[in-house]
Structure formats: C-alpha cells, structure tokens
Nanobody, 122 residues
C-alpha cells in the first residue's frame, strides 16, 4: 500500500494551492482518507477527512471555509484545495487512510503518505 502526497511548494500569502495524494496497492472504497499537517516543533494536526465512497467530508476549524477535500475515483487520487493561504499554514502536509470515519487526531490512521512541504511567505 502506498500513499504519495505531492503538490507542495513555496507560495505567497493569499495564494491558493492544491495538494494531491496518489493511492495505490489496495482498494480504498471502504476507507476514509484524510489530510494532516505538521509544522516544526508541533504535533501532527488533522485538517480534513472524506469517505472514499460517499464523498462525505469533515473539517477542522482551522481550515474550514478555506479548504476543500475531494477525491477522484478514476485516478485513485485524493485532493486538498487550499485558498487564502497564510504563513501559519506553513508545514509538511500528509495524507492518510483509515477505516474509521470522523477521526480528528493522528491516532487510528492505518496508512500514511510521506508528506509534501508547503511554505507560505508573507
């Protein structure tokens, strides 16, 4: 099983960015997928999750209204669209997979991608 996150980079405050996570190695139809981030010296923070099959999503307050999680069945890919980026969004962003809906911490997720760095300059 492999989750590979990509799409990070250096952007300016106010910009938008779409992260992608390519999933392979198994069928994720019964899983939920999630996005997390981890800034230097901080714990890994949940951002958003989505059921792979039903596109039912939930968000953490820090990104609610600024981010949209989605997935593409045909491409087996998860996305996180982030808008109105601020320097506080600077972190390594990870995707993950779990069989439990509604998790809001890093515990309980079975599979993790390697992370992609997002740097937001002011």
């Amino acid at each position: 099983v492999q989750l590979q996150a990509f799409g990070g980079g250096l952007v300016q405050a106010g910009d938008s960015l779409r992260l992608s996570c390519a999933a392979s190695g198994r069928t994720f139809s019964n899983y939920v997928m999630g996005w997390f981030r981890q800034a230097p010296g901080k714990e890994r923070e949940f951002l958003a999750g989505i059921r792979w099959r039903e596109e039912s999503a939930w968000y953490e307050d820090s990104v609610l209204g600024r981010s949209t999680i989605s997935r593409d069945f045909a491409k087996n890919t998860l996305y996180l669209q982030m808008n109105s980026l601020i320097p506080g969004d600077t972190a390594v962003y990870f995707c993950a997979a779990s069989q439990t809906y509604g998790l809001r911490t890093a515990h309980g997720w079975e599979y993790w991608g390697q992370g992609t760095l997002v740097t937001v300059s002011s």
